[in-house]
């Protein structure tokens, strides 16, 4: 998969390359995702590489140039595929989202704006969907087309060494994920590793991450809980009913949480 970036600072999206710098990086050096930066200032005239100019009507900053950002499109010829521009007026990244990308798209190209934002007529005429990663403000869209071509790749055949781990991680089933453990299985009587992550049964193993991931969902994202999920949930609380408080305690569930939604099932 390919990702182009229109950046002032092709820098910060280079970083990523370096096949130390993690799955992307090393995705990167197989040639598994291919990443291309256009800096919009190649594209002017003028001595100072002038990219932006105060707003009509006034306001504060600055705005992005129509022309070095078109140029600088264009300069990409017919590899340029979907056409995102990083804006809070975007509709909200998502992992399905990501998922889908994966899936459809070999070409994508990322604007990343500055200053107080990009001429509106740019965004008219090139610009296929406008992506937010948030509701909140960054000083330009570089860390948000990082974010997007992260959580791609990782959909990607052979990014991810395991091919089941972005099957497994949180919102790939619209659930958190369940806890995670290493040794020692006994840091303080307070936090132990629950002991079904102990055994060899790896279908009990993986039922008890199910149920475990449900009640973590429920108790920090009950947003994310549709109807099918309650079906489980009476199911989930008896399966922690065996729990010593340590291993409560290490999963990251509150008893109080809990015993509330006992007493509200019942």
Known sequence: MRFNVITLFPNLIESVLDANGGV??????????????VNPRAFTSDLHKTVDDRPFGGGDGMVMLYEP???ALRSLGGDVGHCVYLTPHGKKWSDQKARNWAKT???????????????????????DEEISIGDFILSGGELGALVLIDSTSRFLANVLGNS????????ADELLEAPLFTRPRDLTEKKSVPGIFLGGDHAKIQAARR??????TLQKRPDLISDLHKLEIRKSISAVDDFSPGELHACGLDPHFLKELNARLK
């Open 69 to 71: 950002l078109a140029c």
């Open 211 to 216: 149920l475990l991931s449900l009640l973590i």
């Open 24 to 37: 992307v990086g090393q995705a990167v050096s197989r040639g598994d995702v291919t990443i291309h930066t």
């Open 105 to 127: 798209k070999k070409i994508v190209t990322l604007v990343c704006g500055r200053y107080a934002g990009v001429d509106q007529r740019f965004i008219n005429d090139f610009i």
């Open 164 to 171: 089941q781990s972005a099957e497994a991680e949180s919102f």
